[in-house]
């Protein structure tokens, strides 16, 4: 990963009754002590394991917060991502490419892309598995920090980084990796 990536800092509510797919976050930008509030998410804490979570986006030219998407639960582990108007299924961007497989895939137009667990157990690494780009890091979740560090190439995805990257966190503490 080099020093031009993006690098998104999650900002959980202090509220410990808050839904953990509740969370704000934010660029952090080299020599810049103020990071820049990028994303919001928002899950009312219903009780219930069904609902809605809003993803909002902060356009930076505009400085004014864009609806990025939802994701419209059906149950704790079913459910459609929206992203604007495209509708995809939790599965489909979380899908094994067999049983076995230790890897958790989405496609963006024609290119796969693949998170997996790092060899710590607790990070997770987004790979590209395209032709031409096969193994090549797009993505990097550090768990200690909740830091998601993502390469500047990916920028024209990034709304897909950051929400598939949330599915598997979420998901791998549900232990259903």
């Known amino acids: ?7 998104l800092q999650f900002v959980y509510p202090d509220n410990p009754n808050a839904d953990f797919r509740t969370v704000n976050i934010n660029q952090i930008i080299e020599g810049s002590n103020t990071p820049i509030e990028l994303y919001k998410l928002y899950h009312p804490n219903t009780g219930l394991n069904t609902g809605e979570t809003s993803f909002h986006r902060r356009n930076m030219q505009t400085q004014i917060w864009e609806n ?11 459910g459609a991502v929206y992203f604007g108007v495209d509708r995809i299924s939790i599965r489909e ?3 094994p490419k067999k049983p076995s497989s230790k890897s958790r895939r989405f496609k963006v ?18 790979l590209s598995d395209n032709l031409t780009n ?17 390469a500047e190439r990916a920028e024209g995805i990034l709304d ?16 259903l990796w």
């Open 160 to 175: 897909r980084v950051v929400m598939t990257c949330l599915l598997n966190i979420w998901f791998k503490g549900k232990n």
């Open 68 to 78: 990025a998407g939802h994701v419209e639960w059906s149950s704790s582990i079913n």
């Open 134 to 150: 096969r193994g090549k890091t797009v993505a990097l979740w550090t768990q200690e920090t909740l830091t998601l560090r993502v």
């Open 109 to 126: 137009n024609s290119s796969e892309y693949k998170w997996k667990i790092a060899e710590n157990g607790t990070d997770l690494i987004c």
């Open 1 to 7: 990963m080099a020093s031009s990536d993006i690098v």
């Open 93 to 95: 961007l979380r899908k």
